[in-house]
T-cell receptor
Framework: GENVEQHPSTLSVQEGDSAVIKCTYSDSASNYFPWYKQELGKGPQLIIDIRSNVGEKKDQRIAVTLNKTAKHFSLHITETQPEDSAVYFCAASTSGTYKYIFGTGTRLKVLA | DAGVTQSPTHLIKTRGQHVTLRCSPISGHKSVSWYQQVLGQGPQFIFQYYEKEERGRGNFPDRFSARQFPNYSSELNVNALLLGDSALYLC???????????FGQGTRLTVV
């Protein structure tokens, strides 16, 4: 069935360093890949997304890359700050279905 | 502009009881989806509604039901509550022409 694997489950980085979170999806029909940041006690917040017709997208310190052949996509955060500490989820979906398959999450801790 | 609003924010119920959770989507959004997030895991898809019709259903028992009203708000109902139903229930709204989904803060349900 549909599945999204996410690694690592926890990640600690020093403030100012970069962080990379990787996901692999199983459904080759997936064509939309959002990333969410979830802080304690809150709902997931959309931070960046990418569609299958694009290989890379960047928004300030955040970037996402997509390799359709390998069914991999990754989140890159540069110049990390303590406020980046949260749980990050990747997801995959197919246009028109609105059903998101989420990864298991990565707890990012940025050490000051 | 108001985001996705969910009520109540917290709820404690006894096994066997029934619960109703409510969601108001972002103004102009016609699609509402419901997700269950168990502690330490990614959200799991329960239902998706568009224009009052069910568009998708996840792998949840018939104890779970939902509906969407003419103003596009939605209710999630769970009957015969089990301890395992304890989770954060998330509502997401989206525009039919887009696949970006925006989540509410969730309803934390505890079944005792």
């Amino acid at each position: 069935g549909e599945n999204v694997e996410q690694h690592p489950s926890t990640l600690s980085v020093q403030e100012g360093d970069s962080a990379v979170i990787k996901c692999t999806y199983s459904d080759s029909a997936s064509n939309y890949f959002p990333w969410y940041k979830q802080e304690l006690g809150k709902g997931p917040q959309l931070i960046i997304d990418i569609r299958s017709n694009v290989g890379e997208k960047k928004d300030q310190r955040i970037a996402v890359t997509l390799n359709k052949t390998a069914k991999h996509f990754s989140l890159h955060i540069t110049e990390t700050q303590p406020e980046d500490s949260a749980v990050y989820f990747c997801a995959a979906s197919t246009s028109g279905t609105y059903k998101y398959i989420f990864g298991t999450g990565t707890r990012l801790k940025v050490l000051a | 502009d108001a985001g996705v609003t969910q009520s109540p924010t917290h709820l404690i119920k006894t096994r066997g009881q029934h619960v109703t959770l409510r969601c108001s989507p972002i103004s102009g959004h016609k699609s509402v989806s419901w997700y269950q997030q168990v502690l330490g895991q990614g959200p799991q898809f329960i239902f998706q509604y568009y224009e009052k019709e069910e568009r998708g259903r996840g792998n949840f028992p018939d104890r779970f039901s939902a509906r969407q009203f003419p103003n596009y708000s939605s209710e999630l109902n769970v009957n015969a509550l089990l301890l395992g139903d304890s989770a954060l229930y998330l509502c997401a709204s989206s525009d039919w022409m887009n696949t970006e989904a925006f989540f509410g803060q969730g309803t934390r349900l505890t079944v005792v």
